[in-house]
């Protein structure tokens, strides 16, 4: 078994929020406990709605915010709350291609420099080395280079993608975090970014960790699969086993909201959920899923399920995981 | 500081209001740069009591004063020290400004609430109480004057700074300058700094013209500079007794302020646009 | 036959540029019958939702109406007065958005706001108003809408804030819902409720429902049949179910192989997304001829020159495209 790239343990990213004064001081428990790895050349898909925790999840991981609990091993460094990572070493290992390509170029910055900078500041300073590395690297993600000199707001969405995912991989790292990299682009254009994300993917040996609410993006792109509520992880597997035999009943309320006129029959009406994520702040007792859930007992507001395994690599967090349906 | 505030912001087309303004302000400059060639008469020595309070006319085109002193070629001299005092103090509040909003924006934390917290109290106390009091214990004079006010009224831009990096620091790009590695100060002056220019520029200029009317309004007070030499401030203080039988006395050192500031103005406008990449109307 | 109960004829929409006026929708028309649900399905900038907005007569400079008709119920509506439109506008036709933050008073309670409509449109007086309101808040099954009633928009979360949107635009039992976008801004799992939701509601009360949205898949499980609209012209229109089934035009057939569906990778292993090449093109440079040419798979020396005309397809559908019939 091949040694892990990243590998969370137990990782939990608690803020206080609130005033002393005012209603107290509450503990926002926005990543509670997660245990995760990905190993290299691999892609995990990383599914969960707005507020489960994931964007959270994610800038832990690329060290900006420091964990409460647990610890992370990020190739070889070993990161908890008390020892705060390497931020020049982090930057060759993980880098991140984020959902708006709008807000995420500086808009003052030409193509070159937003490549060029970063590799003069990690010590490349010889000029055509720098220069060859910037044309390489446009080339790769499909820009001409002769676009090297234009600013971002000349550019279309897709391309202006294009650049980010450029920036993220001039710096050769090997686990890229892509925060919903087509959802905000446009319909026609996600095809050519998923082929390009996937391409780099082979071409580079690049790890991927993949969030996106788009099931059939996740599904399309990812090898292993876990899917997050309220600031833990629910269930994880294989993504086959994810999409073809989910335990956990978010899961199936996930793959059940997704409109596909294909399947229209298959969809069951009871696999849906109910209502609308509760707040971190204040999460349900006992299984957090359990207000929304249609197969709730009595045992579900009483205690939260153990992370259980259903067959080798896959778990789901369900007292009633070895249901099917 | 009320007049340069109520100015209403021209909107010419194109880079119109750029040219304009920047003429405005690069005839006040020239002016002041080639004083000693472009004035008539000494500004202070040749004063001719025979003269006094004449009227604008071809031997003194903007009329005299009350010691018989030619206006035009006060005004042309005293553009030295209300842009001196403009410009330089100027800088000194968009630098400790900037910097202190910037920090405080982007670190967040005590010294945020340490800096806000500052910003609050000058504001609360008006800024030309403030520069009176340094003035009292500094004394009179240029250097003076140009300390006091280059200390008053920096909140204003450390406003806007702070305000700015809050609303810029989740963008995406100042997230991915923090994941490639850059240091804090590298991200604060290469990837923040570039991107808020332009309001900050606004408030500079805004600021240059409030500048050249508290240094009126101390020169007034006989802490700024001191007569005879003059300045537009103090030539407009001293007209007020006879704005009704001399207008020239006030009006032509107002226009001189009122050009100056309108100006500057138009010069901020214009450099907003042309420093703004998005803008269509860059460079023709 | 029976009139339609919109019937939108030939629709310009000119949008007023520096000194240049563009076509940003063109020759539009469909016809929606009473209680049918029709679809407008298209990418940022096809001018799906100023087509939606010229029928709530709420274009604003610098778009303007340049031409067409705009029928409700046998009576021409494009060009009667603004107190006229507001009239019509909540009692005949009512609305809602992507973001219903921004279409809510922040300042007013929502049973209040629901109640407005009562007061304004229907004479009611404010009590009766406030129970009618309470109703309205249990039809779209807010929980313990008596307590919800005097909640302010802020204190409910993005779903409920689109169910009372939903409560407000049903009030006055319209004849037409417009929709645009209404579950853009939500989570997958709620985005299905809302849009049960609002088809069990508009089918329970003969509401005809004009629905924009960019996903073909959501608008196809609502809507009886489905317009595709590509850079301000309508390139298809069929019964949804068809529009899967037997695409048309090589911009709808790109749209749909372009997605990765979920099920596929199981069914046919990881293929290579099928990509449409190109950029969405901007108002300022439509391509003549078809506007989809340059990035048509199909394309051939009449496409670059002549503007398709439609051509009929079974069951009222109809395609643009040179290369069909």
């Known amino acids: 078994m091949a040694e892990s790239l990243l590998s969370l343990d137990d990782l939990a990213v608690h803020f206080k929020v609130g005033n002393a004064l005012a209603g107290g001081i509450k503990t926002l428990k926005a990543v509670d406990g997660v245990t995760l790895d990905v190993k290299p050349g691999e892609c995990l898909g990383l599914v969960g709605e707005s507020g489960c925790g994931k964007s959270t999840l994610a800038l832990a991981i690329m060290g900006l915010l420091p964990p409460t609990r647990g610890t992370m091993n990020v190739d070889g460094q070993q990161i908890s709350g008390a020892t705060p990572p390497d931020r020049m070493k982090m930057a060759r290992t993980v880098q991140m291609v984020f959902q708006d390509p709008y807000a995420s170029l500086n808009p003052r910055q030409t193509v070159r420099r937003t490549l060029a900078d970063p590799l003069r500041l990690h010590g490349i300073t010889d000029k055509e080395e720098v220069e060859a590395r910037v044309i390489d690297m446009m080339a790769k993600v499909g820009l001409r280079p002769e676009q090297a000199d234009r600013y971002p707001h000349e550019f279309s969405g897709g391309q202006r993608q294009r650049i980010g995912i450029a920036r993220a991989l001039i710096l050769k790292p090997k686990l890229v975090l892509c925060d919903e990299p087509v959802s905000a682009l446009d319909v026609s254009i996600r095809a050519q970014i998923i082929n390009l994300l996937l391409e780099l993917k082979d071409e580079m040996g690049l790890a991927y960790i993949m969030i996106s609410h788009d099931l059939g993006v996740v599904e399309h792109v990812s090898d292993r699969v876990a899917v997050m509520y309220l600031g833990r992880i629910v269930e994880q597997g294989g993504w086959q086993e994810i999409f073809e035999n989910p335990r956990h009943p978010y899961t199936r309320a996930l793959i059940a909201a997704i409109p596909d006129p294909f399947h229209r029959a298959a969809i069951s009406a009871d696999a849906k959920a109910r209502g609308e994520i509760a707040s971190a702040l204040n999460p349900p007792p006992g299984c957090h899923f359990n207000p929304r859930c249609p197969l709730k007992t009595d045992i579900c507001t009483a205690e939260y399920p153990a992370f259980g395994e259903v067959s080798p690599g896959h778990r789901a967090a369900c007292h009633f995981r070895e249901r099917t349906q | 500081m009320s007049l340069a505030l109520k100015l209403p912001r021209l909107r010419l087309k194109g880079g119109t209001s750029l040219w304009v303004g920047g003429g405005l302000v690069a005839i006040a400059i020239s002016s002041a740069i080639l004083a000693p060639w472009i004035a008539l008469t000494d500004p202070v020595l040749d004063a001719n009591l025979m003269n006094a309070e004449l009227p604008p006319s071809w031997e003194f085109p903007f009329g005299t004063d009350a010691q018989g002193r030619d206006i035009y070629s006060r005004i042309v001299w005293g553009a030295r020290v209300s842009l001196s005092v403009g410009i330089i103090s100027q800088i000194c509040n968009s630098l400790i400004g900037v910097t202190l909003g910037l920090t405080a924006g982007y670190w967040g934390g005590w010294w945020d609430d340490l800096v806000s917290g500052l910003t609050n109290l000058m504001l609360a106390i008006p800024s030309l109480v403030f520069a009176l009091a340094i003035m009292a214990i500094l004394g009179p004079g240029l250097v003076s004057l140009v300390i006091a006010l280059g200390l008053t009224s920096w909140s204003y831009s450390c406003r806007i700074a702070r305000a700015q990096v809050l609303s810029l620091k989740s963008q995406g790009y100042i997230q991915a300058a923090r994941i490639l590695g850059y240091g804090d100060l590298r991200i604060m002056f290469t990837q923040v700094l570039p991107n808020i220019l332009g309001p900050l520029i606004v408030i500079a200029t805004l600021g240059m013209g409030g500048a050249i009317l508290a240094e009126a309004a101390l020169s007034f007070l006989g802490l700024g500079i001191r007569p005879p030499f003059p300045s537009w401030g103090s030539m407009l203080s001293e007209a007020r007794d006879q704005i009704t039988t001399a207008p020239w006395l006030s009006v032509f050192p107002g226009l001189a302020i009122f050009f100056t500031v309108l100006g500057l103005n138009l010069l901020g406008d214009g450099l907003r646009d042309y420093l703004d990449p998005q803008s269509t109307t860059r460079r023709g | ?325």
């Open chain 3, 1 to 325: 036959m029976t009139t339609p109960l919109l019937k939108v004829e030939n629709l310009r929409i000119a949008l007023a540029g520096d000194g240049v006026t563009y076509d940003a929708v063109e020759n539009v028309s469909f016809e929606i019958g009473r209680g049918e649900a029709f679809g407008l399905v298209g990418e940022s900038g096809c001018g799906k939702s100023i087509t939606a907005l010229s029928v709530m007569g709420l274009l604003r400079r610098p778009l303007s109406l340049a031409g067409g008709k705009i029928i409700l119920d046998g009576e021409e509506i494009q060009n009667v007065s603004a107190a006229e439109m507001r009239r019509l506008r909540g009692k005949r036709i009512a609305m809602i958005f992507q973001e219903p933050m921004t279409a809510l008073n922040p300042l007013s309670p929502v049973g209040r706001q629901i109640a407005e409509m009562f007061v304004l449109h229907q004479g009611a007086n404010w009590n009766e108003a406030m129970d009618r309101a309470e109703d309205a808040l249990r039809q779209v099954r807010v929980p313990s809408p008596e307590r919800r009633i005097k909640d302010y928009p802020h204190q409910l979360s993005g779903g409920m804030r689109q169910r009372v949107m939903i409560a407000i635009a049903l009030a006055c039992g319209p004849d037409l819902l417009v929709a645009d976008e209404p579950t853009t801004a939500l989570d997958v799992t709620v985005q299905a409720e809302i849009i049960d939701l609002m088809a069990e509601l508009c089918a329970a009360k003969g509401t005809a429902v004009l629905m924009i949205s960019h996903d073909l898949g959501l608008v196809a499980n609502m809507c009886q049949r489905v317009a595709v609209m590509y850079a301000g012209r309508i390139v298809e229109s069929q019964v949804a179910d068809a529009i899967f089934a037997t695409p048309t035009h090589p911009y709808t057939q790109g749209l749909i192989d372009s997605l990765p569906r979920l099920g596929e990778r199981a069914r046919r292993g990881r293929q290579k997304l099928r990509e449409i090449s190109g950029v969405v093109p901007s108002i300022a440079n439509y391509p003549s001829g078809c506007r989809f040419n340059p990035r048509c798979p199909a394309v051939t020396d009449v496409c670059r020159t002549i503007v398709p005309e439609a051509t009929p397809l079974p069951a009222d559908g109809l395609v643009r495209c040179h290369h069909h019939g």
